[in-house]
């Protein structure tokens, strides 16, 4: 995956930069799964949760504003992905897909 973005020119990763510090997150015990650039709208969602005993009304601006971020992410990443398969779809559409024989084998 990495050498078909690098062919691509797309740079892998989020352009978001990471707020909350490991230590933060993991005195909040965030996840490991959940430790990513959305992280610190995640540590307030859960106090608030906590606090209002996981009532689904409660926290909503909490919540949104991480549901906005995860979003966010998953667009992102969506973006990279196709820019990769295009570059991808030019590259074997030019021809210069690897063939079965290689072009140094002697063929009678």
């Not at 490991?22 to 969602?45: F, G």
């Not at 606090?51 to 906005?68: D, I």
């Not at 966010?72 to 897909?97: C, D, H, N, P, T």
Request: glycine share 4%; hydrophobic share 45%.
């Amino acid at each position: 995956m990495e050498a078909a973005a690098a062919a691509a020119g797309v740079q892998l990763g989020s352009s978001k930069p990471q707020i909350a510090t490991q230590a933060e997150m993991a005195e909040a015990r965030v996840p490991l799964a959940y430790r990513d650039q959305c992280a610190h709208l995640l540590i307030p969602l859960n106090k608030c949760r906590v606090s209002e005993f996981y009532l689904p009304w409660k926290c909503e601006p909490e919540r949104h504003a991480y549901e906005k971020c995860q979003y966010e992410l998953v667009m992102e990443r969506m973006l990279q992905m196709q820019k990769i398969r295009e570059a991808q779809e030019a590259k074997v559409k030019s021809g210069a897909s690897i063939g079965l024989i290689p072009a140094t084998a002697k063929l009678a």
